[in-house]
């Protein structure tokens, strides 16, 4: 009896597995038949995408380390930077996994649902809009659009107007004047931390330049654009594969680019990404850094800001592979500063000579005195910043130092021998005589 009863069990586990499976392999057919776009009605399960005509970008859940939590996210494709995430909705509020479904309702609402009616709205209209439909751009834009019955749409709501850390072709950064909505990138916390970080990517119509902010702090300017098409304070080299398109009108003040020749060769990534750090990167190297912005100086668009007494121009913080000693060190372990804040407060605090990050994901910070970086294991995998003193003359400028001085003393050597053998000769002639 127990065992019959046991193997039906296992048979009836079985027949619940093969239905689940049944089930996930129709929803996944059904979304990848037509997986560009999202009609009223369907859903997108945590493990299927939606992916461009072209199948440059795919939208998904993913984004996080973590699996137990998920994004929704629009990854790029391409085989030169796959698996870059490009947009990522709500990061601050990751989902479970597991359940995660984006929805569009006959209502025209598009959701996020998670965990037994927990839902995120992406957008809902004060109105029900019943033909409505969700598209993955090979822009990279995902737009949710209304269908009329005359055959056009019109645009609802659109992933490029909440950009994550990456700036796209044609993506714009500045203001909506018709709904004052911005549009600027956010760095990441912390390497690997999505959530909103310290530096931010913005158009300033006004002065027609781009600046990185730190909370709310310029700390980087684009410059002018040139004649040539040019930021005065990015590098010719590196941005020279770019057309700017600047808008100032009624509607709207913005910027954003384009490639200039799009080239099938082109194996780079077309995004410009904001760091952690708030070095901006294109696909050239790096268009800015704000990381070498210490108020001091003012070469490559950083911006000038009073700095400590005690801190003296040229002095800048520096990688170093090793560990300090850890006997006077200072310990901060608040998982909300970052690589940012450990940095600041170093500069500010004039007894500190170097920081670390404290958690692995670099979260925390541990602040060094002068005693404990005296005092490094150069043996350790790990690293630190150190505060350097102005650098000593350059390479170049020291051996001219060392050419100068061997042409004095050869100099002096000749002269020497010149004046002995005129001796000499004054002599044998004084004897001649
Ligand atoms: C669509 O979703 C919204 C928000 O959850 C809900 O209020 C509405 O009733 C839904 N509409 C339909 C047709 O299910
Ligand atoms: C199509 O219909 C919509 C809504 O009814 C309207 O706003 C739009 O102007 C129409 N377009 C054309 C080309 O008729
Ligand atoms: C540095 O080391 C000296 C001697 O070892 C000690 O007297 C001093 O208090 C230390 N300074 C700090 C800031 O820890």
């Given at each position: 009896m127990a065992l019959s009863f046991c193997i039906r069990f296992e048979i009836k586990k079985q027949v619940v597995l093969i239905y689940y499976l049944w089930v996930w392999w129709i929803t996944s057919i059904c979304v990848k038949a037509r997986n560009v776009s999202l009609m009223a009605g369907e859903r997108l399960v945590s493990n299927s995408s939606l992916c461009s005509t072209q199948g440059r970008?795919?939208?998904?859940?993913?984004?996080?380390?973590?699996?137990?939590?998920?994004?929704?996210?629009?990854?790029?494709?391409?085989?030169?930077?796959?698996?870059?995430?490009?947009?990522?909705?709500?990061?601050n509020q990751p989902v479970d996994t597991k359940s995660a479904v984006l929805s569009l309702n006959k209502s025209g609402v598009l959701k996020i649902e998670f965990q037994y009616s927990k839902e995120i709205i992406i957008y809902s209209s004060p109105q029900p809009i019943d033909n409505t439909v969700a598209t993955m751009l090979d822009t990279g834009n995902f737009v949710l659009e209304q269908l009329h019955p005359n055959g056009t749409k019109s645009l609802l709501w659109q992933s490029f107007d909440y950009p994550f850390n990456a700036l796209v072709p044609k993506m714009k950064l500045g203001v909506n004047r018709k709904t004052g909505h911005n549009w600027s990138l956010v760095s990441c916390l912390t390497f690997s931390l999505i959530t909103l970080g310290e530096f931010s990517l913005e158009w300033e119509p006004k002065e027609g330049e781009l600046n990185i902010k730190r909370l709310g702090k310029v700390y980087w300017k684009s410059g002018k654009l040139g004649n040539n098409g040019l930021f005065e304070n990015v590098p010719a080299n590196v941005q020279q594969n770019y057309q700017y398109v600047i808008i100032s009108n009624k509607d709207e003040d913005s910027f954003s680019f384009e490639i200039k020749y799009e080239d099938r060769n082109y194996k780079m990534s077309p995004e410009w990404w904001l760091s952690y750090k708030g070095k901006l990167m294109g696909s050239e190297g790096e268009l800015a850094n704000a990381d070498i912005c210490y108020g001091y100086n003012s070469d490559r668009g950083c911006q000038k800001w009073d700095i400590p007494t005690c801190r003296k121009p040229g002095e800048v913080f520096q990688k170093k592979i090793g560990q300090p000693d850890l006997d006077n060190a200072v310990l901060q372990d608040s998982k909300s500063v970052d690589y940012n804040d450990c940095k600041a407060r170093c500069w500010r605090n004039c007894g500190c000579n170097g920081f670390q990050e404290y958690y692995g994901n670099g979260t925390g910070c541990i602040f060094y005195s002068w005693n404990s970086t005296q005092n490094v294991d150069w043996e350790s995998l790990n690293y630190f910043y150190l505060l350097e003193k102005p650098a000593k003359l350059p390479l170049g400028k020291r051996r001219w130092i060392w050419i100068s001085a061997a042409i004095a003393t050869a100099l002096l050597i000749i002269c020497s021998l010149i004046l002995w053998i005129a001796i000499k000769k004054h002599k044998y002639g004084l004897k001649g005589t």
């Open positions: 970008y795919c939208l998904s859940f993913g984004g996080t380390l973590n699996r137990e939590y998920t994004h929704l996210v629009i990854v790029s494709n391409a085989s030169f930077d796959r698996g870059a995430v490009i947009w990522l909705h709500a990061r």
